[in-house]
């Protein structure tokens, strides 16, 4: 084996070279998105005059066959297909349209595409596998011939299309072209085992972490010796305060700054598109982002803070409620710039908690949280008052929500608390209500989590789970249904370090036994002290005090602030708990595309199905085909895309059905399509 650097063309140029895809290897699956964002990259190369770009490795194992050279693609097929699609879309525009270039367009042809002299077989110098290499070959037949359904027609195409709209010239993008580094691993033949290597490529586990594509986006475009200072005064500190976990930082970071959230395995392109379109300074951006990590930093390290900020934030991470990250970070940038003081930063805190613990009590769906804390820092900023009034506008942002992004008043969240299984609750949330509840407002603070992790303290059903004839007669005739309604609920749980001498014996028993009830120390059995039974009653009026203590602790803050904006509403997908018949929609946002006015539920069901179509016309198609959401051509009212038709004679509800079927179908989140109506 033996492997070296060469430049992309080079590999491809030679007399007689055929390059073949193994039967072996996955059909050819890019889609538009990786063709976009290579073509961007190009166009990036131009502009900023890039010497070289490196493209990655290509493994081959080469074949000597006398008359031509042939060589079996390993690994690296994906970029070796799709540049040898824009090779000859830009060979196919220059020929069609005629245009002045320094480009030779025979030499695009015969170095890097074909091989004149060859046979009918060997003639063109790559061949895909199976359907792809039927669908490869047409592009240099006659366009009748063209495979529809295919990636190497659709990418073609765009290639195609994009070099039509002159964005760059065919000489700039030539040349970016000739930029394009590869590494050339090339393997023996009956020396180096391909299987083995291909399998050592893809599961080493090495694969840069999208931090590291971050971190290499801004430093390798720098001088050694400047990348060597920006590392040291910003990138290790960024890493160490983020203790790191570079990638959800930067994703949280991003969030802040577009109202985005990237997709986890796309926060390098999403970084690199912030990065570009606001051409930011590296210095600056580098400054800025050191900032931002001292405040990941106060947030993930919150577990021994003693400070009135770290413990606020402590008990949010003890829910892990990772999805508030971003607004807290915003809000600590805010507190810093004295908009806000530190005490309102604590009062802005509780109330997150408060939020995200009452939601959890009355099963309120979480996947509108992320939109929620994403957005709710653009919200605060689009009053012109807010630096005089932050912390009421907050308060009337998260107050004011509906449905499922509502924060549960007092009357829901005391009627849940108090119905709920709280013996059955997720484990961190079941102890964080307990040791909240033993110690809101106590000096003489009890450690539960760690007393109960280590078994000194149980979890305790004052009504036993097994219930005995002397516990029948205490309870009543109903006892049953006493049983059934009460047992694992809030009333009827408690803690004690002496569970198994208690088991099921009688309330009494209980209560005045030695280490009993009665000479507990804990608050949650101070009012079992003086009880003289157990009973319905008993256990509705201990609930009844627990849920009062409940709504001291996590407080439901309304405001008085009276807004003077605008009222727009913002939706996801996911927000299925509406009803949208006779509101009227103003504008959507589809991943991180910028947001569109819209006039009409049919022209937004229109425009989301282009779009939608455009990422993945094959799986699009054969959604609407399999959903029946289909018309028949030409149709009155019905909405055409591409060649074919949807059925657009529809409801605003219907239309919103239809939507999340086929972005659930095409493997895109809920959220990821926003709508604002009025």
Not at 476 to 499: A, C, F, P, R, S
Not at 538 to 555: D, F, G, P
Not at 561 to 583: H, I, M, Q, V
Request: glycine residues 2%; charged residues 30%; contains cysteine.
């Amino acid at each position: 084996m033996k492997a070296n650097e060469k430049d992309f063309l080079r590999f491809l140029e030679g007399a007689d070279k055929h390059f073949v895809i193994p039967v072996y290897q996955r059909n050819y699956d890019w889609k538009k998105e990786q063709c976009k964002q290579l073509f961007d990259d190009l166009i990036d190369i131009a502009k900023n005059s890039f010497r070289t770009h490196f493209l990655g490795s290509i493994v081959s194992i080469y074949y000597d066959k006398g008359k031509y050279t042939e060589y079996l693609i390993i690994d690296g097929q994906q970029r070796l297909t799709t540049l040898s699609l824009l090779l000859r879309a830009i060979y196919k525009f220059i020929d069609e349209k005629k245009i002045e270039t320094a480009v030779n367009k025979e030499q695009i042809q015969d170095e890097y595409l074909i091989n004149k002299y060859s046979k009918k077989d060997k003639k063109i110098r790559l061949k895909p596998v199976k359907n792809d290499n039927r669908a490869f070959e047409a592009l240099f037949e006659n366009e009748e011939d063209y495979v529809e359904n295919s990636n190497i027609t659709i990418n073609y195409q765009y290639f195609y299309d994009r070099i039509a709209k002159e964005e760059i010239s065919v000489d700039d993008l030539f040349l970016s072209i000739k930029k394009l580094v590869i590494v050339e691993i090339e393997l023996k033949n009956g020396e180096d085992n391909p299987q083995l290597i291909f399998e050592s490529l893809n599961s080493t586990g090495l694969d840069l972490t999208e931090a590291d594509k971050v971190r290499n986006f801004i430093l390798m475009k720098e001088e050694a010796s400047t990348q060597e200072e920006f590392y040291n005064d910003y990138w290790n500190k960024i890493e160490k305060n983020t203790n790191y976990n570079v990638s959800d930082f930067i994703r949280d970071y991003l969030t802040i700054k577009e109202r985005v959230i990237p997709n986890k395995n796309k926060v390098y392109i999403s970084f690199k598109k912030y990065a570009l379109n606001k051409a930011l300074d590296t210095k600056k951006l580098l400054i800025d982002l050191l900032k931002f990590s001292l405040f990941y930093k106060k947030i993930i390290n919150a577990k021994d803070a003693k400070d009135k900020v770290g413990i606020a934030i402590n008990r949010i991470n003890r829910l892990k409620s990772v999805v508030t990250y971003p607004f807290i970070m915003e809000a600590f940038n805010d507190c810093e710039k004295g908009i806000i003081n530190e005490d309102d930063l604590v009062i802005i805190l509780d109330i997150i908690l408060s939020f995200v613990f009452r939601r959890i009590i009355c099963d309120v769906a979480t996947n509108s949280l992320n939109k929620i804390f994403m957005l709710i820092g653009r919200k605060i900023k689009k009053h012109n008052d807010y630096q005089n009034n932050y912390l009421e506008i907050f308060k009337y942002i998260i107050t004011k929500e509906r449905l499922s992004r509502r924060f549960p008043d007092d009357n829901e969240f005391k009627s849940k608390l108090i119905e709920r299984d709280i013996y059955n609750f997720n484990s961190k949330n079941k102890l964080f209500l307990l040791e909240r509840l033993e110690n809101f407002e106590n000096k003489e603070r009890v450690d539960v989590e760690n007393l109960i992790n280590d078994k000194e303290l149980t979890i305790e059903h004052i009504m036993p789970q097994t219930i005995n004839p002397k516990w029948k007669r205490d309870l009543g005739e109903n006892w049953k249904e006493v049983q059934e309604k009460y047992l694992h609920t809030i009333g009827n749980i408690t803690l004690t370090g002496y569970n198994s001498k208690m088991t099921n014996k009688p309330f009494l028993e209980k209560r005045d036994m030695e280490k009993g009830f009665k000479e507990s120390r804990l608050f949650l059995n101070s009012h079992l002290h003086n009880l003289e039974n157990w009973n319905e009653k008993t256990i509705k009026n201990r609930a009844n005090l627990l849920s009062e203590k409940a709504l001291k602790i996590w407080e439901y803050l309304g405001s008085s602030y009276k807004s003077t904006e605008k009222a727009l509403k913002e939706f996801t997908l996911s927000d299925d708990d509406k009803n949208f018949a006779g509101e009227k929609i103003v504008s959507f946002k589809l991943l991180d595309n910028k947001e569109q006015e819209i006039n009409h539920w049919k022209v937004f069901y229109k425009t989301v199905c282009s779009t939608l179509y455009e990422l993945d016309p094959i799986k699009f198609k054969q959604i609407v085909s399999d959903n029946k959401f289909d018309a028949v051509a030409n149709a009155t009212r019905h909405i055409k895309i591409d060649n074919f038709y949807i059925n657009g004679n529809l409801t605003a509800e219907m239309i919103l059905l239809r939507l999340r079927t086929i972005i659930e179908q095409i493997g895109l989140d809920l959220d990821d399509l926003s709508f604002t109506i009025k």
